[in-house]
């Protein structure tokens, strides 16, 4: 019999019988892998099972084979803590290294990480601004959403009101509701400027003086645009179909003028272009639809080529221009002392139909336009500029006004009124702008001539 002493590897265990009575037990021996083996030696006589002896040896055999088992237990237990041991041992070796390499570098990476950790935070930050837009467009959603509920529910009742009505009678009340405003315009007299506000930029192109302008004569569906660069030595004018396509530059024809202008001070009226002729007091009245010019006359005692230019120069002596009434030119004379004269010309033969002479110097004003037979002159081409005097051609009379308006570029060569527009046209140091006006209007009554 064989008992497996596991943890025990040197240890002799010996108990012995006394001699006569013959029994031994010895354990001086061990297997290949260190554990011990115990040998039982029995006397050679038979001995019965009640005999004393052979009790006290089961009772030795059953704690050997106890003793047996529970060392087996722990010795299985052992092994398995010991290969817990080993790899622990293996893993704290690691971890020292690691800790040794940590306490060395301990700067080195506490920079290294905090460097990283303050990058991650840099490319964070700008997403704050972003989440909280994020939280505003969603609120902004939400009201969207709310006003389109309610936008839907009053159109739902719009609908269901204009459905009570029959369609035909819709139409002759708008035919009538027209009919009503067209006789209540028909009474408004001529207006009297009151505000200008603005300017638009429409579009940024050229020099830094110019012309650009529509036919206030036009169709509602004729919106072509003139574009004539620079204010001397120059011959070529562009047309576009419209606004978007002077904006996108997107040019429909080009015209070869016979002369050069001079000034920026030109009109397209009634389907021709009026411009004064380099180095004279010539207009010209040239057709777009022939190609042809079908006047010129020269305008007499008027001033030309910088003897009375407005402020910024330019060849500006005479100034074309439109307006409700008609056709006109505004220059200055010798015989006016330099002062502002106005005459209402015939837009066929450009023959002067009249004239009137103001006592505002031409070399002192920025800029004018007519409208409605009044003329409205600025202090200046420059910063500040305000529509500062005004002429009545219809009461001969003048006064001065104050009405600003925003000089936003800095230098106004062209300043024109279109009466289909109801806005001022300008050319300010390279960029085509409008200016909207407001007018004051007097309703005609049946005593009025």
């Given at each position: 019999?064989?008992?497996f002493?596991?943890m025990?590897?040197?240890?002799?265990?010996?108990?012995?019988?006394?001699?006569?009575?013959?029994?031994?037990?010895?354990?001086?021996?061990?297997?290949?892998?260190?554990?011990?083996?115990?040998?039982?030696?029995?006397?050679?006589?038979?001995?019965?099972?009640?005999?004393?002896?052979?009790?006290?040896?089961?009772?030795?055999?059953?704690?050997?084979?106890?003793m047996?088992?529970?060392?087996?237990?722990?010795?299985?237990?052992t092994?398995?803590?010991?290969q817990?041991?080993?790899?622990?041992?293996?893993?704290?070796?690691?971890?020292?290294?690691?800790?040794?390499?940590?306490?060395?570098?301990?700067?080195?990476?506490?920079?290294?990480?905090?460097?990283?950790?303050?990058?991650?935070?840099?490319?964070?930050?700008?997403?704050?601004?972003?989440?909280?837009?994020?939280?505003?467009?969603?609120?902004?959603?939400?009201?969207?959403?709310?006003?389109?509920?309610?936008?839907?529910?009053?159109?739902?009742?719009?609908?269901?009101?204009?459905?009570?009505?029959?369609?035909?009678?819709?139409?002759?009340?708008?035919?009538?509701?027209?009919?009503?405003?067209?006789?209540?315009?028909?009474?408004?007299?001529?207006?009297k400027?009151?505000?200008i506000?603005?300017p638009i930029?429409?579009?940024?192109?050229?020099?830094?003086?110019?012309?650009?302008?529509?036919?206030?004569?036009?169709?509602?569906?004729?919106?072509?645009?003139?574009?004539?660069?620079?204010?001397?030595?120059?011959?070529?004018?562009?047309?576009?179909?419209?606004?978007?396509d002077?904006?996108?530059?997107?040019?429909?024809?080009?015209?070869?003028?016979p002369?050069k202008?001079?000034?920026?001070?030109?009109?397209?009226?009634n389907?021709s272009?009026?411009?004064?002729?380099?180095?004279?007091?010539?207009?010209?009245?040239?057709s777009?639809?022939?190609g042809?010019?079908?006047?010129?006359?020269s305008?007499?005692?008027?001033?030309?080529?910088?003897?009375?230019?407005?402020?910024?120069?330019?060849?500006?002596?005479?100034?074309?221009?439109?307006?409700?009434?008609?056709?006109w030119?505004?220059?200055?004379?010798?015989?006016?002392?330099?002062?502002?004269?106005?005459?209402?010309?015939?837009?066929?033969?450009?023959?002067?139909?009249?004239?009137?002479?103001?006592?505002?110097?031409?070399?002192?004003?920025?800029?004018?336009?007519?409208?409605?037979g009044?003329?409205?002159?600025?202090?200046?081409?420059?910063?500040?500029a305000?529509?500062?005097?005004?002429?009545?051609?219809?009461?001969?009379?003048?006064?001065?006004?104050?009405?600003?308006?925003?000089?936003?570029?800095?230098?106004?060569?062209?300043?024109?009124?279109?009466?289909?527009?109801r806005?001022?046209?300008?050319?300010?140091?390279?960029?085509?702008?409008l200016?909207?006006?407001?007018?004051?209007?007097?309703i005609?009554?049946?005593?009025?001539?």
């Amino acid at each position: 019999m064989k008992i497996f002493l596991s943890m025990f590897q040197n240890i002799t265990l010996q108990t012995q019988i006394s001699p006569k009575e013959g029994w031994q037990v010895y354990s001086s021996a061990q297997d290949p892998d260190g554990r011990c083996i115990c040998t039982v030696v029995a006397p050679e006589q038979n001995l019965c099972s009640r005999d004393a002896k052979s009790r006290q040896l089961r009772q030795l055999l059953e704690k050997v084979q106890n003793m047996s088992q529970s060392i087996e237990v722990l010795n299985l237990r052992t092994q398995r803590d010991f290969q817990y041991v080993l790899k622990m041992e293996t893993q704290m070796k690691g971890l020292k290294a690691k800790f040794r390499q940590i306490e060395d570098d301990r700067k080195t990476l506490m920079t290294k990480h905090f460097q990283e950790l303050k990058e991650k935070m840099d490319e964070l930050l700008p997403l704050i601004p972003v989440l909280e837009q994020y939280k505003t467009d969603a609120k902004l959603i939400t009201q969207f959403k709310e006003e389109i509920r309610n936008l839907s529910t009053v159109l739902t009742g719009i609908q269901e009101e204009i459905g009570a009505y029959d369609y035909d009678e819709l139409h002759q009340r708008v035919l009538s509701l027209e009919t009503r405003l067209r006789d209540c315009m028909k009474k408004l007299t001529c207006g009297k400027l009151m505000k200008i506000t603005g300017p638009i930029t429409v579009k940024i192109s050229g020099t830094r003086f110019g012309a650009w302008m529509t036919d206030p004569l036009a169709s509602e569906k004729n919106n072509r645009v003139w574009y004539m660069d620079s204010y001397t030595n120059n011959k070529i004018v562009r047309e576009y179909k419209s606004i978007a396509d002077f904006v996108s530059g997107a040019e429909s024809r080009t015209y070869n003028l016979p002369f050069k202008w001079a000034g920026t001070n030109h009109v397209v009226y009634n389907g021709s272009l009026y411009f004064n002729k380099y180095q004279s007091n010539i207009i010209i009245k040239y057709s777009f639809d022939t190609g042809r010019v079908l006047a010129q006359r020269s305008l007499e005692y008027a001033g030309f080529h910088n003897v009375y230019p407005y402020t910024w120069g330019g060849f500006s002596d005479i100034d074309l221009m439109a307006d409700e009434i008609g056709l006109w030119a505004v220059y200055a004379t010798n015989q006016n002392a330099g002062n502002i004269v106005i005459s209402q010309l015939n837009q066929d033969t450009l023959e002067v139909l009249k004239s009137w002479s103001t006592g505002y110097p031409k070399r002192s004003a920025g800029e004018s336009f007519m409208i409605c037979g009044t003329l409205y002159v600025t202090n200046s081409h420059l910063t500040g500029a305000k529509v500062y005097y005004s002429y009545s051609t219809k009461t001969s009379t003048y006064e001065y006004t104050d009405i600003p308006f925003h000089n936003q570029y800095f230098h106004i060569s062209m300043l024109d009124y279109n009466a289909r527009d109801r806005a001022l046209y300008a050319w300010n140091n390279g960029h085509q702008v409008l200016f909207n006006v407001t007018l004051f209007h007097v309703i005609k009554t049946e005593d009025d001539t």
